[in-house]
């Protein structure tokens, strides 16, 4: 089964009547031979003064105030483009993440907003400490692009000693694991990443992180994980974990939830606008993952 040419333009004019600037500039590069500079305005417009990223680059805030997931967010979508460099990410990226480092050598995941705009209740109570999912990515990214800076030390001990510590807590969680990947694919330290990311294929695999049941509202939102959200192409690394027919099975419900509009919905969002963006990140998304597996119509 393949999304037809028809849902596929649904799709399309979904996001672009719709979606947010950086979902826009986004589907432009991946699908409409867009610029890589498109992309890195639209994220440099959530950029502040400091160096971060606010703005609610994540709809489930408006606050302006920098964020660390968010920098790590702007710092993922350059990535993907192809638009990054040592430069780019030491001069625009570096400064902004050591100002933010503990003592414990990682950066935080969020900081509660200090400002009264609306956001989420679970921002308000946010633990403000070092976090493997904001610094193993980071990590990872510098590693990638063969920079060596003395930060790295301090932070690298603070992530091997995370993954030990937390073991499968967050494993559901498939916001957080192609983070940890990022670090666990360009570590020079491969003994360890590999027998990381043995540990990481278990606990997936065992009983209640994939959610099986097709005719829950929730399947493939956060928490309620299906295998594309591990393996979202044939290269990934954890691709190996599912069965061809598992991939084609949940390929196919995929294409199947799209909704009349064009668009693939979910729960998210704190106004009507806000369920919009998170339907336009949601449905390039979808778009993505079919593309990756070959699964839209030409």
Same mark, same amino acid.
């Given at each position: 089964?393949?999304?037809?040419?028809?849902?596929?333009?649904?799709?399309?004019?979904?996001?672009?009547?719709?979606?947010?600037?950086?979902?826009?500039?986004?589907?432009?590069?991946?699908?409409?031979?867009?610029?890589?500079?498109?992309?890195?305005?639209?994220?440099?417009?959530?950029?502040?003064?400091?160096?971060?990223?606010?703005?609610?680059? @994540?709809?489930?805030?408006?606050?302006? /105030?920098?964020?660390? +997931?968010?920098?790590?967010?702007? !710092?993922?979508?350059?990535? =993907?483009?192809?638009?990054?460099?040592?430069?780019?990410?030491?001069?625009?990226?570096?400064?902004?993440?050591?100002?933010?480092?503990?003592?414990?050598?990682?950066?935080?995941?969020?900081?509660?907003?200090?400002?009264?705009?609306?956001?989420? @209740?679970?921002?308000?109570?946010?633990? /403000?400490?070092?976090? +493997?999912?904001?610094?193993?990515? !980071?990590?990872?990214?510098? =590693?990638?692009y063969k920079i060596d800076i003395p930060w790295m030390k301090k932070a690298e001990q603070f992530v091997w000693s995370e993954f030990e510590r937390i073991k499968d807590k967050h494993v559901f969680c498939y916001l957080c694991v192609p983070r940890w990947l990022t670090f666990l694919t360009y570590t020079k330290s491969r003994d360890k990443a590999e027998k990381t990311i043995n540990k990481l294929k278990n606990w997936i695999l065992a009983d209640g992180v994939i959610c099986k049941d097709k005719s829950d509202d929730g399947w493939g939102l956060y928490e309620k994980p299906h295998s594309l959200n591990y393996a979202h192409s044939f290269e990934s690394i954890l691709y190996s974990l599912f069965t061809k027919e598992t991939i084609e099975s949940d390929l196919k419900e995929l294409i199947n939830r799209q909704k009349n509009d064009g668009r693939w919905n979910t729960w998210y969002g704190i106004s009507e606008g806000t369920k919009l963006e998170w339907a336009g990140i949601q449905t390039l998304w979808a778009l993505k993952t079919l593309g990756n597996y070959n699964k839209i119509e030409k």
């Open positions: 089964m393949i999304l037809s040419k028809n849902s596929y333009l649904k799709a399309r004019d979904f996001i672009l009547t719709n979606a947010r600037m950086i979902e826009r500039r986004s589907f432009e590069f991946h699908f409409e031979n867009g610029t890589t500079e498109g992309v890195f305005h639209a994220v440099y417009a959530y950029r502040n003064s400091d160096g971060g990223f606010g703005h609610g680059m @994540e709809p489930d805030t408006a606050s302006p /105030e920098s964020q660390p +997931l968010f920098s790590i967010m702007a !710092l993922e979508t350059l990535d =993907e483009v192809g638009y990054l460099n040592k430069e780019i990410i030491l001069n625009d990226f570096m400064p902004y993440f050591e100002s933010i480092t503990t003592e414990k050598g990682g950066i935080p995941w969020m900081f509660r907003p200090k400002s009264t705009y609306p956001c989420e @209740e679970h921002f308000k109570t946010v633990k /403000e400490w070092a976090a +493997l999912s904001t610094t193993a990515p !980071l990590l990872g990214i510098l =590693e990638k």
